[in-house]
């Protein structure tokens, strides 16, 4: 039933497709195609065999008229771990051509001052750079766990209605689409820890349950209210969505003297309240994102009277309401550009206990009339501060980027990694890596 | 003699005429100049330009870039690059008050500039944010007239308190036939001269006067940037609304 579901919605976006690009070029006078081509190969620096190959061409129709745009992003990507032998060992997408996005806009209507837009999309909210704690309706797109602040288009409705100095922004997305995962290699950084069972498991059983196909269920909306005050950009929003990443919920049988486990990886509901503030004094800018989570609980109270006498509660997410934040500043002189963030809470990190913090920053020096850009990346976790010795891991990639011709920009990049095991980067230190991308735009 | 007279008058009269511009420029004050080149560049109640940029490094290599813009009045502009494809539908947009956003296509967000950024080069063309901004020769710069030559007005313009263009001094040399700017030195914080931007070609299209080319060189890296006019409307009614950030993510 959910296969036919899924089969339906992509019928119905390569039908909107087709309609869009074979129809509206007749009522428009002009369809321009942009794009790109890249392509990246990773290489682990331990044992030097290839860890990464991504091949991916994008092309961007787009029909602009005075009151509609009509934009569409067909991407094909083969992307994955790969083998000894070089060849794809799991690709991270087992379709190759998607539709990242494909939306109409229609500019003033159903009145002058609301814009509409319809279609799949992304919609970022968030005034941070690539980590976003506000911006919740799109599912991440983990699939390259290096590439922060990727996510999937949704197919949604947005209708944004500016009132003077007051834009005032509605979402809402009927079908719910989960997060995009990594391959089995990076999961566990993503699985929530399982809790430790005092039994022996007879039978572990993991299933993945996705909403019930409808509205009730399903849907997510969210709307956001913005206004310039004193010199700075505010924004107050609110989010009714679920987790787009899973939350296992936990049952267990008993059989004997042991148990049996059924994991349900499931998306529990979830409330954001989320703030945004972006300025600029003197020579910095600066920018601030708060979101405060009101999760749904996972709980499941088994019956163990057999083996312990008592039932058992599990709980993988508890309903305590939690924030996330995150402050940021830059700076830029001639050659040079800087940004620095603090982040308390990770996308990936969900629940109160389970967010760490991050200090993040990049510095890059541009070179030889721009056709030269030198940025030095860093990011260092700590998930307890009073035990910073045991609790830290960090991130430290350069990066030489080369622009030999217009639109083709080579990339050189250097990723170190190391932590402490207890840390999320600190599962990451044996992918040390160096890579080449190549991207060229047209 | 009455007729020896007015040979001595018609005499003076002569000789003394070459003198007139320079009669003229002791008329005028630098703040009574710059305000006429206030209000010529900013006569149209609006406008939108098509633009040509033709970037050319120290080895003579060019890259050419195609941008939009629209202005209106002196305080709202806004600006979207059409090509090359790596930059396509970046744009920027200017309000009073200094507040400048640049919109970024491949983040599909609006960001908010710091001031200092402005001075900042644009998508790696010579001009800066600000010089891309609207010009305000009046309010921001305390002027002193140099000199005038060549029927130009030679003007020097120091960075009043308070401002923040990245400039510390800026040299003009203006049409003493039209008012327009037609050489602008720039000096950087240390008052070491940094950029020159030259106008050429300067018409009158629909009672306006433009210039129809623009070479900014950037004297320390020895590269330079044309800007070519190649589309021009005035006046065509352009609402505030145009000037926000809805019209720059679009």
């Not at chain 1, 809790?195 to 039978?203: A, C, I, K, Q, R």
């Not at chain 2, 406008?47 to 060019?62: A, C, P, R, S, Y």
Request: aromatic content about 12%; some cysteine.
């Amino acid at each position: 039933m959910k296969t036919k579901f899924k089969k339906t919605l992509y019928s119905l976006s390569f039908f909107l497709l087709s309609i869009c690009l074979f129809t509206v070029p007749t009522f428009a006078s002009g369809l321009n195609w942009n794009g790109h081509f890249q392509t990246e190969t990773r290489v682990n620096l331990d044992n030097s065999a290839l860890t990464w190959q991504e091949t991916n061409l994008t092309l961007q129709p787009e029909v602009v008229t005075n009151n509609t745009r009509f934009y569409g992003e067909l991407c094909y990507r083969r992307s994955g771990l790969l083998s000894q032998n070089n060849s794809l060992l799991a690709s991270t997408n087992s379709n190759p051509i998607e539709l990242n996005e494909i939306y109409l806009d229609l500019y003033a209507y159903p009145w002058r001052r609301m814009d509409l837009r319809i279609g799949k999309q992304l919609i970022p909210w968030g005034t941070g750079y690539l980590l976003n704690p506000t911006s919740n309706l799109n599912p991440e797109d983990l699939r390259d766990v290096f590439d922060f602040g990727r996510y999937l288009g949704s197919n949604a409705l947005k209708a944004t209605t500016y009132l003077g100095e007051v834009t005032i922004t509605g979402v809402f997305i009927p079908v719910f689409t989960p997060a995009a995962l990594p391959h089995q290699q990076f999961q566990a950084l993503f699985a929530p820890e399982m809790p430790s069972l005092p039994f022996t498991v007879n039978e572990q059983k993991i299933e993945s349950i996705l909403p019930a196909e409808n509205l009730q269920e399903s849907a997510a909306w969210g709307v956001k209210l913005e206004k310039h005050l004193l010199g700075c950009d505010f924004s107050v929003s609110y989010v009714d969505g679920r987790y787009s990443l899973p939350v296992p919920k936990i049952t267990l049988t008993p059989v004997g003297e042991k148990v049996d486990l059924l994991c349900e990886l499931i998306h529990p509901r979830r409330k954001i309240i989320g703030f945004d503030l972006a300025g600029a004094y003197g020579g910095l800018g600066f920018w601030s994102e708060l979101a405060y989570f009101f999760p749904e609980e996972v709980k499941v109270t088994s019956d163990l009277t057999a083996i312990i006498g008592q039932h058992m509660e599990i709980v993988t997410l508890k309903d305590t309401p939690y924030a996330k934040y995150l402050i940021g500043m830059d700076y830029s002189a001639d050659h040079l550009y800087f940004n620095g963030q603090y982040l308390h809470g990770f996308p990936q990190e969900q629940g109160k206990d389970k967010l760490g913090d991050y200090f993040l920053g990049r510095l890059e020096f541009t070179l030889n009339d721009g056709k030269i850009k030198i940025p030095f990346n860093a990011c260092l976790e700590v998930r307890d501060f009073n035990k910073f010795q045991e609790s830290f891991a960090y991130l430290f990639s350069p990066e030489v980027c080369f622009y030999p011709e217009m639109n083709t920009e080579i990339t050189l990049s250097l990723r170190l990694i190391d932590g402490k095991s207890g840390t999320n980067l600190g599962k990451m230190k044996d992918w040390d890596e160096i890579g080449l991308k190549i991207k060229y735009s047209f | 003699m009455m007729r020896k007279t007015c040979c001595i008058l018609l005499l003076i009269i002569c000789l003394t005429f070459p003198l007139c511009p320079v009669l003229k420029s002791q008329e005028l004050t630098a703040k009574e100049i710059l305000e006429k080149v206030n209000s010529l560049l900013n006569a149209p109640q609006d406008q939108k330009l098509t633009l040509k940029l033709v970037l050319i490094d120290k080895n003579g290599q060019e890259e050419t870039r195609e941008l939009i813009m629209m202005q209106k009045g002196k305080d709202l502009r806004m600006g979207k690059f059409l090509s090359p494809a790596s930059q396509r539908g970046i744009g920027f947009l200017s309000l009073p008050n200094d507040v400048f956003y640049v919109y970024m296509p491949a983040f599909k967000k609006t960001q908010r500039i710091a001031t200092r950024q402005k001075s900042g080069k644009f998508a790696g063309t010579d001009f800066s944010y600000q010089d891309l901004g609207t010009q305000q020769y009046d309010e921001k710069w305390s002027s002193r007239l140099v000199r005038a030559e060549n029927e130009q007005y030679v003007l020097e313009l120091q960075a009043a308190k308070g401002n923040d263009t990245g400039y510390s001094q800026l040299i003009l040399w203006v049409s003493t036939e039209n008012f327009y700017p037609l050489k602008i030195e720039f000096y950087d914080q240390h008052n070491k001269l940094c950029k020159v931007l030259t106008n050429h070609k300067i018409q009158k299209i629909a009672g306006y006067l433009v210039a129809q080319e623009m070479e900014m060189v950037d004297v320390i890296k020895n590269h330079k940037t044309k800007m070519f006019l190649e589309e021009v409307e005035f006046d065509t009614g352009l609402s505030d609304e145009s000037f926000t950030e809805r019209y720059l993510s679009r």
